[in-house]
């Protein structure tokens, strides 16, 4: 469902930036933020790299081998 939000006009500047460089579109980036910082909040304990790592791992097909390196 989409709705419309009012955003601060600099998180929207911030957002194009970082969009850009990740090759994704603006609101997939605020998506994005938000669903790392609700991931954080629910893991107050993990630093940001490991939580990162846990949520690309999730997206990993399981019938790849996994490589230690």
Known sequence: ????VKLA???VADAKK???IHHRSTPKQIEYWSHMGKVAEENPDLPFSVIKDILIARQEDAD??????
């Open 1 to 4: 469902m989409a709705v419309n």
């Open 9 to 11: 006009d600099d998180l």
């Open 18 to 20: 970082y969009a850009a």
């Open 64 to 69: 790849e081998e996994y490589s230690f390196d």
